[in-house]
C-alpha cells in the first residue's frame, strides 16, 4: 500500500464520469494528461448544467430575478475562487478568459501604464526558460513594445532555476519578475517566496503563473509574508477540474487599481461620455463584456470540490503518485526524465525521452493501449532547447490517478520498446 | 505480445515506413541548391530543412535536414527519392496524389504505380493528427522548388556555410 494517497480514491474517482468510459476496442481509459486539461467532477457538469436551466440571464444590467440569481451565482463563485487562493480581498479575483489572457491582461496594461508602473528603454523585465509560451511572449510584445529589456533565468541540469545569477538579474532596472510556480514540462516547483523577496527588494512587481500550482498545491495569498507574497497570480480554470472558457487573475488590489483598463466595452465603465470615460472599480474595471458567466460558475463548483477534499490531500496524493511513477519510469530501459527525480521537489507532470522512439511515436503507441499522454513540446519550447531535445513525452497524474494507471503507462512503455524493436 | 485491440497500429506502422525511418534515403544537405527552405510542425515542434536543385526541368536533387517523428522522416525519405530524377511537372503530379491520399480520411486507394513505397501512408491519413507529420517534408519539398523554380534563369548558390 502506498502512503499518501487520497483516502477512498475508488469513491473519488466516481465523481468523474469520464474515468468509467472505455476507448477503442472496449480499452479503459488511463488518462495521464491533466496538467493539459483535468477531467471534471459531476457536480461541476451539474452545477453548470442547473444555471442553464434554471438561472440562466445575463448579470448585473437584468432587473429581474433571473438577473438577480445569476448575479450572485456569478459573485458568490468570485467569492469561492478568493478562499480557494486565500485573497486578501475578493474584489482582486478577475475572471479571465484563462491564464493567458490573464497574463496579458497585466503585460498590456503595464505597456499603457504611465508614472511608476510605466516600462520603458532601459527597464527590464526577468523571466525564466522554463515558462510556458504564454508567460513568455506576452512579456516580449512588452518589452519590444516598449524598448525595454527581456531577461531571464537560466536552469541548472537537474531542471531547476538558476538562482546562482539572481543577484545580476535582479537589479534596481527591473520592473517586472513573472514565473512560473510550478513548471509544466519539467514539474519543478519554484521558491516563491525567495524569489519574490529579492524582486520586492528592488521595488519591481512580481508576476507568478500558477496554472500548475493552484491545482495541486494549497494556495494561501493572504497567509504569505507581504513582501513574500506575490503582487499577481494567474491560473486557469480547466486545469483545476473546472470548465475551458474561464481563468482568473488576482491582483494586489491597489496595483490592480493603479492599471490601465485592458479591454473596454460594457460593465468596466463608471460612465461613458462622448467626450470621454471614467471606469468602474476592480473588478469589474476588468471584465468587460459579458463574461463567461456559467463557466465562472463551473469554476466555483470545481474549486469548492477541491476545497472538501483538501488541498493538502490533494498534494499528498501528488507526490505520492509521482514518486511511483519516478520509480516506474526507472525501469524502463533507455528512459530519461526531464527535471527533478526527487518527488519532493516536484509536481505531477513527468515530461521523459525514450532512447531509439520519438515522443510521438511513443504517444501513438500509448494510445493505442488507453494511455493518454502529451507529445511535442507542451508549449515550453525554450525548456525543451536548454535540455537538447526538439519534444518530449509527458504524463501527467492528478486526484484521480491510481498506482495501477501508473503500472499500466510502464507496461505501455515496455510494449512500445518492443513494438519498436528496441530489444 | 500482442497487438492491442483498439486501433490498428500495424496499419499505421508499416513496414515499409520503418525501414525508411531507420535508414531514411537522401538525408543530408547537399549543394548546388536553388532554393532553401525551413518548415515546421508547430504543434509538435517537428522541423525541416530542405533544399532542392533543379536541372534543366528536372528535380535533379532533395536534401534535407530534419528532426521528427517516424511518420514524418519515413515520409520525406520516401518523398526525396520518389522526386529525385524525375521532371517537375510530374513530380508535382506525384505531390497532388500523396496530398489527396492523406487528405483522404482513409478512404481514397492509393495508385502505386504513381507513389510506390508512399502508398504505405494510406493507413496514416485514419489517424488525423498524424497526417501533418506526413505531409511537413512534402510542404517544405513544394516550397523549395517553387522558389527554385523563380530562380531557374539564374545560378545555382553555394551554401553559405564556413
Ligand atoms: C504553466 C502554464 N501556464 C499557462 C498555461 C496556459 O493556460 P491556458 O491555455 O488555459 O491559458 C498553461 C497550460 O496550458 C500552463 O501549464
Redo the contacts between chains.
Sequence with gaps: MIEGLLPQLDIVRKDFPILERT?????PLVYLDSANTSQKPQVVIDTMVDHLERHNANISRAMHQLGAESTEAFESARDKVAAFIGAPRRDEVIFTKNASEALNLVANSLAWATGDLAVGPGDEVLITEMEHHSNIVPWQLLTERKGATLRWFGLTDEGHLDLSTIDELITERTKVVSFTWVSNMLGTINPVAEITRRAHEVGAIVVVDASQSAPQMPTDLAAMEPMERPDVIAFTGHKVVGPTGIGVLWGRGDLLAQLPPFLGGGEMIETVRMEGSTYAPIPHRFEAGTPPIVEAVGLGAAVDYLGELGLGAVRDHEHAITAYALDGLATVPGLRVLGPLDAAERGGAISFEVDGV????IA??L????VAVR???HCA?PA?ARFGV??STRMSSYLYTTPAEIDALVEALE?TR???KLG | MTNAPGQDLDSLYQEIILDHYKNPLHAGLRDPFEAEVHHVNPTCGDEITMRVHLDGGVVSDVSYDALGCSISQASCSVMADLVIGKPVEEAMAIHESFLTLMQGKGQVEPDEDVLEDGIAFAGVAKFPARVKCALLSWMAWKDATTQSQGHSESQPQEAQHG
Excluded: E, N
Design positions: 476507448l477503442a476496442g472496449g480499452l520519438h515522443p510521438h511515436d501513438q503507441v494510445d493505442a493501449r488507453g507529445a511535442g513540446h519550447k525543451h526538439q519534444s510494449y518492443s513494438y519498436f
